[in-house]
């Protein structure tokens, strides 16, 4: 009768436990990251391949065209107006690049008008489109436009945004 090796028969009763720790420690790894889409393989979505805001931001002007603009902050480069910086392309950079929340989702920019209301996560100034660009920080005046907006108003920038970036 031939002997089991002596270091092959404790790797054979280990080796669930092993099993286990791996799916325990990669569970745990995933579970106390930072919460952000990433996928299954750590790849974060392509953002960077959405169109130009300033395309979209034009084209929400002119499916709503008494929404606020928001763009006479002075630009901290050209000391002139930056007439292309409004509101809407600010929603749009803060949604796609400070929250990175996808840009299809209807749900996603109720979040995102959330934040500005007060209602869902913080906003920091610090972090906040314009903010290394114009010579003020346009948050303060950018929340107290979408608060002014009523909800049918704020339903239809929502609505335009969805539709804008899932027809792209």
Do not use: C
């Not at 990251?33 to 979209?56: C, H, M, R, V, W």
């Not at 910086?85 to 008008?113: A, C, F, G, M, Q």
């Amino acid at each position: 009768m031939r002997k089991k090796s002596l270091f092959i028969q404790p790797l054979f009763k280990t080796l669930p436990a092993l099993t286990i720790f791996t799916v325990v420690g990669v569970i745990t790894s995933f579970a106390t990251t930072e919460l952000k889409f990433t996928g299954i393989i750590g790849i974060q979505p392509a953002i960077a391949q959405f169109p130009n805001s300033g395309d979209i931001d034009q084209i929400i002007y002119q499916k709503i065209p008494d929404l606020p603009r928001e763009n006479q902050y002075i630009s901290k480069e050209t000391k002139k107006v930056a007439t292309n910086n409004t509101l809407v392309s600010r929603i749009i950079s803060y949604h796609n690049y400070v929250k990175r929340r996808p840009p299809n989702y209807r749900l996603d920019w109720k979040l995102t008008l959330a934040d500005y209301l007060g209602a869902n996560e913080m906003m920091y100034e610090k972090f906040y489109p314009g903010n290394d660009t114009l010579k003020k920080n346009p948050l303060k005046g950018d929340r107290a436009a979408i608060k002014k907006l009523n909800r049918r108003q704020r339903n239809a920038l929502v609505q335009a945004l969805v539709d804008s970036f899932s027809s792209n």
